[in-house]
């Protein structure tokens, strides 16, 4: 099992690339917390996998972050997925939405990092995994203004803690994605005037004719998790089937 003894804390655990990757990480060996604003989801999740330890949290609140990552005393492995995708351009981009998209996308990760990092110092070594996007620095994609730029910004995020702590037994690495076909996926499809041809269209923009399954993510994941990645720190692992090609 290449997560044999490591303890690792999922977010956004619930639904999509989250859920996928903590079962992974649990048939991997892992002990793992998975984590999620969505209780009633984090619960159908505990009745699949048994072995999974749920905890109610809404990453975005610096208060429940706080308790949470105090009752923790060990951990090898954060592995961050929360993320919001906003539809549309910089007008289409009110006050309200830019800063639910910077809690989301950016202070969850800054705030799960900031109070389990400590943890990992002490011990003299962790692991933090990031997921990102394509859609970022690497690549514009229409109709996602305030999501590009706030993976840009995760991006850097990434590198910054790599570099940071890199002498200190800590790794930090990023998975970037393209389109991958989850629940919050099929939600923004549902949305669309036409269901259908909004799909068709997502399809016909990956170079490999599909979506991602979370699956695939897992499966990066589980390796940027596990000690065979221990030389890989500061790294953007695009996944996203030729799209940025």
């Avoid at 308790?67 to 005393?73: E, W």
């Avoid at 996926?185 to 949305?191: D, L």
Wanted: aromatic share 8%; proline share 2%.
């Amino acid at each position: 099992m290449r997560l044999k003894s490591k303890k690792i804390i999922v977010t956004a655990a619930a639904q999509g690339i989250g859920r996928a990757t903590a079962i992974k990480f649990v048939n991997e060996g892992a002990t793992v917390i998975a984590t999620d604003i969505n209780e009633e989801k984090l619960e159908e999740l505990k009745k699949e996998v048994a072995d999974i330890q749920i905890y109610k949290l809404d990453s975005t609140n610096k208060n429940e972050v706080e308790k949470f990552c105090s009752s923790i005393d060990l951990v090898d492995v954060l592995f961050h997925a929360v993320g919001f995708v906003h539809h549309g351009t910089l007008m289409d981009c009110d006050n309200d939405e830019f800063k639910r998209s910077i809690d989301v996308n950016i202070y969850s990760a800054y705030l799960m990092s900031y109070n389990l990092i400590p943890k990992m110092l002490n011990q003299g070594k962790g692991n933090v995994v990031i997921v990102s996007s394509a859609a970022s620095s690497v690549k514009g994609a229409p109709n996602r203004f305030i999501y590009g730029v706030t993976k840009a910004a995760l991006n850097g995020f990434i590198k910054a803690l790599a570099i940071d702590y890199v002498k200190q037994g800590i790794r930090c690495n990023g998975i970037l994605p393209g389109t991958v076909e989850t629940p919050s996926w099929q939600g923004r499809v549902n949305m669309a005037e036409d269901p259908k041809k909004a799909k068709e269209d997502f399809i016909a923009r990956q170079a490999m004719g599909r979506l991602a399954q979370p699956e695939e993510i897992a499966s990066l994941a589980t390796y940027l998790a596990s000690d065979e990645s221990d030389f890989v720190t500061g790294t953007l692992n695009l996944i996203d089937g030729g799209w940025t090609l």
